[in-house]
């Protein structure tokens, strides 16, 4: 039996066999067109160091926040790597690209 396609017209399976850094790459790409910055939060919260960001809990709601504003604290929390999140950050950004 074949999987079906998402709606972004791939398959788990397709998605899964690339890296976690191709996978961030397209998942901000599509968050980025959509001006989705709700998903660049959600995706903050699985770091390990995401105290720091902690304060930012409702930011999607208010008006300052912005997609590079988490952009920024992306690279910023991420600056020596993501390895030992990287399971749940490719969970969620298979999600995202799956239902997008």
Do not use: C
């Not at 939060?41 to 409702?58: F, I, K, Q, T, Y």
């Not at 590079?68 to 999140?85: I, M, Q």
Request: charged fraction near 30%; hydrophobic fraction near 40%.
């Amino acid at each position: 039996m074949t999987e079906t396609p998402a709606p972004g017209g791939r398959t788990f399976d397709e998605l899964d066999k690339l890296s976690t850094e191709e996978l961030r790459e397209q998942a901000f790409h599509l968050a980025r067109e959509r001006r989705d910055v709700r998903f660049f939060w959600s995706v903050l919260r699985h770091l390990p160091n995401a105290d720091e960001a902690a304060a930012l809990d409702g930011a999607p709601n208010s008006v300052g926040p912005t997609i590079d504003e988490a952009n920024a604290l992306w690279r910023e929390l991420t600056g020596h790597g993501y390895e030992e999140s990287a399971p749940l950050l490719r969970a969620a950004f298979i999600d995202y690209l799956m239902k997008h």
